[in-house]
Structures are given as C-alpha cells and as structure tokens.
C-alpha cells in the first residue's frame, strides 16, 4: 500500500473509532449529541500533555487518557438528564464551542500554537509508523467494535435502547434514566478519548481547530450515512465519507459542495442511513440475495 | 462614564442585529420545532444579494428590496424540498439537513462571489445625532430605526392580521389548526417568507455596519442564535429579542471592562448553559 492510501486508512479507522463512541450516545442511548469533537478532542489533548510535559508513554498514559475522557463524559453527559432533543443538541454545540476556545485560548494547552513534538508509539521497542500504525488502530477498532457489539447485547444496552424508545414507559419499568444516560455517555466518550490519544500520537501535532464544531458535524454525519445504531455504521460511513472528498479531488474547487450536496440528498432521502431498516441499499442487496433479509 | 456609553450603544446595536437574524429562528421554531440552521446563510445570501443589486442599481432601497425577495424565495424553498418532507423524522435529521444547506450555500457564495472580504459602500441616508457630548452615527442610527421598524410590523402581522392569527394557531397545534380550516402548509411557507425576508435586512445591515461581505460570515451566528433561541425560550420572540439585546450588550461591555480569558463567541454559550440550567424552558418560555 501507498503512504497516501495508508495514511487515509489510518485515520478512517480512528474516525470509526470516535463514531463508535458516538454511536453508543446517539444511537443506542438515543441521546442527541453534536459535540463529540469535544470528547476527542479532550483525549488528545489528555494524550499530548501526558506524552509531552510528563513524559509518559503512550501505554502508561492510555488507561489514565481513556479515564479522564470518560470522567469528562460523566461530567458534560449530566445536562442531559436536565434537558432534551434540541436543548440537548444545542447544549452540546455549545460544550463543543467552550472545549475548544479553552484549548485556544488557555496557554496551558498550547493556545493558538497548539501541541507539538508528540512522540511516536513503541511496541516492544518497535517504533510504529506507516503500515504498522494502521494495524494498532485496526487492532482498536476491533476491540472498540467487539465492545460495542457486547454492550448492545448486554442488560445495560437492552435498557438503554428501552431508554431511546421511551423514556417514560422505560422509567416505569424500573430503569433508572439517570445511571444509563450516564453510562452511555461515559463509554461513548472513553472511546472518543481511545481515538483522541491515537490522532495525538499519529498526527504528533495538535491544535484547536482540529476538535471544533464542523467536526462534531462531519463525525454525526458519518453516524448517519451509515445507520444510526448499526455495528458497522461507523466503519461505513468513516469510510465513505474520508474516501469521498479524495474521489472528488479532481473536481477542485467544487469538490466541497459536492460532498455537501451527497450529504443533503442522503439525508433528504435516506434519513435512516445505508444500514437503516427500510434502506434502498437494504432492500436491493434482499433482492440480490437470494433468501437474503430484507 | 462617556466611553460607557459609546460602549452601550454599540452594545445595544450588536444585539439589534443579533435580534434581527434570531427573530426568523424562532419563529420558524415556533411553527415547525426545527433548528433551522441555514437561516444564517440566507442573512449571508441577503447580504451579498444587497450588495450586487447596489452595486448595479446604486439604490440602497433597491438593495434591501431585491435581497428580502431573494431570500424569502429562498427560505421557502429551502422549506419545501428539506423541511417538510423530514416532518416525520427525528429532530436530529432535519437538523443535520439543515447544516448540509448551510454549508452548501456557503460553498455556493464562494464559488460565485470568491473568497475575498467585499466592502458595502454604503452611505445611510440618516444624519448623525448628538447627545450632550455622545455622538451617535447615522449607522447606529439606521440600526436602530431599522430594527424598530422590523420589531412593529412584525408585532402588527401577528397580532393584528389574519395570517398572524393563523401563523399562533398553527404554532399552537399544527393538526388542530388544520381541522380549523387553516392550510398549515400554506401558513409555514409565510413563516419563512417572513423570517428570511428578515433575515436579508439583517445581512445587508450587518455588511453596511462592519463593512464587510464574506462567504463565512453565517459561521458564528448560525450557533449563536440557537443559543440565544433557547435563553429566550424555544419559539417566543419576545424573549428572544430581549435575550438578544441582554447578550449584545453584555458581551460588549464584558470584553471592553472585564479581562475574560475566553473569546466573546464562548461567551454566549456559557450563558445559554446556565440559563438551561437553571431555567430550562428559558426566559420567556413556558412548558
């Protein structure tokens, strides 16, 4: 594989990351969340200092990387126990906004400068770069996808799909909205912090503007393109959408709006994703597929 | 005490502009319960239609006039192919459609505008007015007037006529109003008429007030007036002007006196968190 392709992949999977983390909130959770570059971005900066003013490794900093994130999570996830659907969205654009003018403007993290000189992974003295890089991110991935797959099946994610549903009827039922709100905004923000530490480390330098509001939306936009809620929606639409603007590089100029405008049409009339239940793509592989479901 | 009040008046005039963008949010809010996004990028759309039909015709008038229909075409058709078909869906679709719009008219100014800062040489036929030893410019006092203006026939239509009748009834309950013998449809189609009619005097006095016309000057408004909806309370428009001018005023004052580490834009955000919770129907709102 090329550089160019390699580097592409890489960070298609740690965006497959981040939106795992998302998909837990929003999908499964049903929690509307339009800050999570927040949350990734709170695990690479947790990353880049620990990597560059403490001198800890990436291993030795990655359970304590993962914690904070959660524990941030905790934190920013309790206004959505106050408040819901479009105050929930609005407040978390307005947690992204805030994340990201203190990482700008608090000389602490790097101001305007950002972070630099970030080092490299080793794994048993061997240090990851290139195509090796891509295979740590996979590995996550794979842990972060089985994690989900887990906590879809377990009682903890079977409540917090009750909870999505119908908060009400699931409250009546005995299931505490307080403690699974906060459950899925702690995983899904652990693992945005997972892939916030492997961007620090990948990219070695870091800034605000990497972690701002259009980044919340392209990572929710990925999330949709796939199909809220599904396994692989992450993968597929992290895929789809890193691969699209490269296929229209040769549009130049335009290529922006036409990535804007697939967007629009997906959304205008695939609301559900290429995953979602009642797809076009869904009911042409049934097709294709003999005994195939639909 | 006199640079207080130059202050002030600043103040009061940045957060007219911000009542006049906020005004059609909310009442798009009001009527369909979506974050109507790409609201800021029709402000952005009336600015640089304005500026075009001034720059051809050399009447300002002509300006205001030929940006409020553009726009209102556009916020109807925006309406049509995007909103109302996604009725049915989860908020968070039509949200995300509505950022997709906001994006891609941004992406279209660009192309067809450049990515340069335009300059509005516009003289505003006001004169400037003189308080004891403070001076007020004629655009100030053209952002004044003007928001007045827009603030009474917007109060007149929808308290005095029938369409604004039909425009609380739908707000209230869209299906009721439709049993009432009110075409809803036809209702929400004025909703954004109105709004984005609004929307363009805003962006034509926003780029006369700075000077300037660029393809991303929708950027910060289009979050911060989501913010101030909410302290406003979702869908009231009284409450949103006065959350407005309160934010207009404060953020000038704050970053003229005090020496806050966070940008005026963070600010915002920080006020509307603590007004959510604290009272998280918002201002004026009442659920």
Redesign the interface.
């Known amino acids: 594989m090329s550089g160019y392709l390699i580097t592409i992949a890489t960070i298609v999977v740690i965006n497959a990351i981040v939106v795992c983390g998302l998909n837990v909130i929003?999908g499964y959770a049903g929690q509307?969340s339009?800050g999570h570059a927040a949350f990734f971005g709170i695990g690479a900066y947790s990353a880049a200092i620990l990597a560059t003013k403490a001198g800890l490794s990436f291993w030795a900093s990655l359970p304590m990387v993962v914690i904070i994130s959660g524990l941030v999570g905790l934190l920013l996830g309790l206004?959505s126990l106050?408040?819901k659907?479009?105050?929930l969205?609005?407040?978390t654009?307005?947690?992204n906004?805030?994340v990201e003018?203190?990482f700008?403007?608090?000389p602490f993290f790097g101001g305007a400068l950002g972070i630099g000189g970030i080092p490299r992974i080793y794994l048993f003295g061997l240090k990851l770069k290139g195509f090796s890089f891509f295979l740590l991110c996979l590995a996550f991935l794979v842990l972060v996808m089985l994690a989900c797959w887990w906590f879809a099946r377990c009682w903890a994610g079977l409540a917090c799909f009750a909870l999505r549903e119908d908060e009400q009827a699931a409250a009546s039922m005995g299931i505490s909205p307080v403690r699974f709100k906060l459950l899925a905004f702690v995983v899904g923000t652990a693992m945005a912090g997972l892939a916030g530490a492997l961007y620090a480390h990948y990219m070695r330098f870091i800034s605000a503007s990497d972690f701002s509001?259009p980044v919340s939306?392209t990572l929710?936009?990925m999330l949709?393109l796939g199909g809220m809620g599904k396994l692989w929606a992450p993968l597929l639409g992290a895929a789809i959408l890193g691969a699209l603007p490269e296929i229209f590089r040769p549009l130049v100029?335009?290529r922006?709006?036409f990535y804007?405008?697939v967007?629009?049409l997906m959304?205008?009339f695939q609301?559900s994703g290429l995953l979602g239940d009642d797809s076009l793509a869904r009911k042409v592989l049934a097709r294709v597929v003999p005994g195939g479901r639909s | 005490m006199h640079l207080f009040l130059e202050q002030l008046l600043n103040g009061i005039a940045m957060g007219s502009i911000y009542a006049l963008v906020t005004l059609g949010l909310a009442l798009v809010y009001g009527i369909l319960?979506i974050?109507h996004v790409a609201h800021a990028a029709i402000y952005t759309v009336g600015a640089y239609v304005g500026l075009a039909v001034f720059k051809l015709s050399g009447s300002l008038l002509l300006g205001f006039g030929g940006a409020m229909v553009f726009c209102a075409a556009l916020g109807v058709a925006i309406e049509r192919?995007?909103y109302y078909?996604?009725l049915k869906?989860p908020?968070?679709?039509p949200?995300?459609?509505s950022?997709?719009?906001m994006?891609?008219i941004e992406?279209?100014c660009r192309?067809v505008a450049g990515p340069y800062i335009l300059t509005f040489p516009a003289k505003l036929p006001l004169a400037a007015v003189k308080l004891g030893n403070v001076t007020i410019s004629s655009t100030l006092m053209a952002v004044y007037a003007i928001t007045a203006l827009v603030l009474a026939i917007l109060w007149y239509i929808t308290t005095r006529t029938e369409i604004g009748l039909a425009m609380r009834a739908t707000s209230q309950d869209m299906a009721i109003a439709d049993a009432m013998g009110i075409n809803s449809h036809r209702v929400v189609s004025a909703t954004f008429v109105l709004g984005s009619a609004i929307a363009a005097v805003a962006g034509v006095l926003v780029g006369i007030y700075y000077n300037q016309v660029y393809p991303t000057m929708g950027a910060v408004p289009a979050?911060k007036t989501?913010?101030l909806i909410?302290v406003g309370g979702?869908g009231s428009v009284p409450g949103a002007v006065i959350a407005s001018l309160l934010l207009g005023v404060a953020e000038t004052l704050l970053i003229g006196y005090a020496r806050i580490?966070?940008?005026r834009?963070?600010l915002a955000?920080?006020a509307?968190?603590a007004v959510?919770?604290w009272r998280?129907e918002g201002l004026l709102g009442s659920r």
């Open positions: 929003v509307i339009l206004p106050r408040v659907e479009d105050f969205a609005i407040t654009i307005g947690i906004f805030i003018a203190v700008l403007y608090i509001f939306i929710l936009s949709v100029e335009y922006i709006l804007t405008a967007l629009l959304i205008r609301p | 319960r974050l192919f995007v078909p996604l869906y908020p968070y679709v949200l995300i459609g950022i997709a719009v994006l891609a992406e279209l192309l979050y989501l913010a909410v979702m580490p966070l940008p834009d963070a955000f920080i509307m968190i959510l919770m998280s």
